[in-house]
């Protein structure tokens, strides 16, 4: 039987990958199958959690006795975010979202013209969910928990980055894949090294299955929950 160490608490966890439309039919997505953040919320409410997923374009089978709340594009996920995490005692962000989106999403569908070439489409920044949910008031869940998907490089390892963007988003906890070897998506496995803001020790989690790291967090996570809330 799983510890039931999150008994009593609300986690809020998104999952799956963003939709930003070009036109009704088209849009700009990424290859996020919503894997990782099924098996936090699964592992989550096995261990007593009221767990939320907030679910964009997944195509797995909801976890048992967790509530779905559908989105498809970056600022529909916000929203519901926003919603749902207000006083939540965790947020986990482990979905990919999309950086930009098209400034333009017409109600017509984009023609293909004789003589007319490619149409050139402009983007605008999505605004950074994280890294608001992060932010200081009295809203703010006592835990929030990032994903970051890191490759190295000449100037840092993929620890590195994943530092820098810990102190940047003003998470509490970020969870760092490393994916230069073609690792983490559309796959059932997942490693991933735990890292805290408040100096605690990385938790490294070796390759293996996605509710294996998903245990890990909530092991990182419960302890953190525990006791009166802070006033
Ligand atoms: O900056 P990067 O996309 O690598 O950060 C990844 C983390 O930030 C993930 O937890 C992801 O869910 C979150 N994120 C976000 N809003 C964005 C981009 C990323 O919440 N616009």
Redesign the pocket.
């Known amino acids: 039987a799983l510890p039931p160490d999150l008994a009593g608490r609300r986690v809020v966890i998104?999952a799956g990958g963003t939709r930003e439309p070009l036109d009704p039919v088209r849009f700009l997505g990424n290859r996020s199958s919503g894997r990782q953040g099924y098996a936090l919320a699964l592992v989550a409410a096995a261990r007593g959690a009221a767990v939320t997923l907030v679910s964009a374009n997944v195509s797995l089978a909801p976890p048992p006795g967790v509530r779905v709340v559908e989105v498809t594009d970056?600022r529909a996920?916000?929203a519901a975010?926003v919603e749902h995490a207000a006083g939540a005692d965790a947020v986990?962000?482990?979905?990919?979202?999309?950086?930009f989106r098209p400034v333009h999403a017409g109600p017509t569908k984009i023609k293909k013209r004789a003589g007319q070439g490619p149409p050139a489409i402009e983007l605008v920044?999505?605004?950074?969910?994280?890294?608001?949910?992060s932010r200081p008031g009295p809203d703010r869940p006592r835990v929030v928990?990032?994903?970051?998907?890191?490759t190295g490089d000449a100037h840092g390892t993929p620890l590195d980055y994943g530092r820098d963007?810990l102190a940047?988003?003003g998470?509490d906890l970020?969870?760092v894949n490393r994916v230069d070897d073609g690792r983490a998506f559309e796959v059932a496995d997942n490693a991933g090294v735990i890292l805290a803001a408040d100096g605690s020790a990385p938790v490294e989690i070796p390759f293996g299955p996605k509710t294996v790291l998903a245990a890990a967090v909530c092991d990182v996570l419960a302890p953190r929950l525990s006791g009166p809330e802070p006033p």
């Open positions: 998104s970056a996920l916000q975010m986990v962000m482990a979905a990919a979202v999309a950086d920044e999505n605004p950074d969910i994280l890294a608001g949910l928990v990032g994903f970051a998907a890191e963007k940047r988003k998470c970020l969870v």
